[in-house]
């Protein structure tokens, strides 16, 4: 008997409770967690967004004009179209300032056909494609 009360440890029992406590706990705190990183990542696309609105500006400033299609969109940010070589004072943005926080290329129109501005930037959410909602939503300027 004595060398049984002296024996130090944990019994099966204790530790398969300590498990589904944890358990729990996880399985009540996991989507709370998920949900605050859908939003910051869509906190981050607009981040994005603003800083490409900035950087547009700017373009605007030195060029005249918004980048067109012809120019490669948004990639006139980053490399001189060819009829602007003499004004264009880029790079205006870093490569990976045209890539939302899912790694998708923000979409770029101009003219705008979303909003009443002169042009649109998209991202289109975790899904990359148009439409959706919760991580996948698109997210615009507006």
Same mark, same amino acid.
């Given at each position: 008997?004595? #060398?049984? #009360? &002296?024996?130090?440890?944990? /019994?099966? @029992?204790?530790? !398969?409770? +300590?498990?589904?406590?944890? /358990?729990?706990?996880? /399985?009540?705190?996991?989507? &709370? ?6 939003? $910051?990542?869509? %906190?981050? $696309? ?7 609105? %900035? ?9 005249? #004009? ?12 980053? @490399?001189?179209?060819? =009829? !602007?070589?003499? @004004? ?5 943005? #870093?490569?990976?300032? !045209?890539? =939302?926080?899912? =790694? ?7 003219? $705008? /056909? !979303?909003? *009443? ?8 959410? $975790? *899904?990359? +494609?148009?439409?959706? *909602?919760?991580? %996948? ?6």
């Amino acid at each position: 008997m004595k #060398r049984y #009360r &002296q024996r130090k440890g944990f /019994t099966l @029992v204790e530790i !398969l409770v +300590v498990v589904i406590i944890i /358990t729990m706990l996880a /399985t009540m705190i996991t989507p &709370q967690i998920y949900s605050k990183f859908v939003k $910051a990542k869509a %906190n981050l $696309a607009r981040t994005g967004i603003a800083k490409l609105e %900035n950087s547009l500006a700017e373009f605007l400033l030195d060029c005249g #004009r918004f980048p067109t299609e012809g120019d490669g969109g948004l990639d006139a940010l980053r @490399v001189a179209p060819s =009829d !602007l070589l003499e @004004v264009w004072d880029g790079p205006y943005v #870093r490569e990976h300032d !045209l890539y =939302d926080p899912w =790694d998708n290329p923000y979409v770029y129109h101009f003219p $705008a /056909t !979303l909003s *009443d501005g002169e042009y649109d930037i998209i991202s289109y959410g $975790a *899904d990359g +494609v148009a439409g959706g *909602d919760r991580e %996948n939503a698109d997210i615009y300027n507006n």
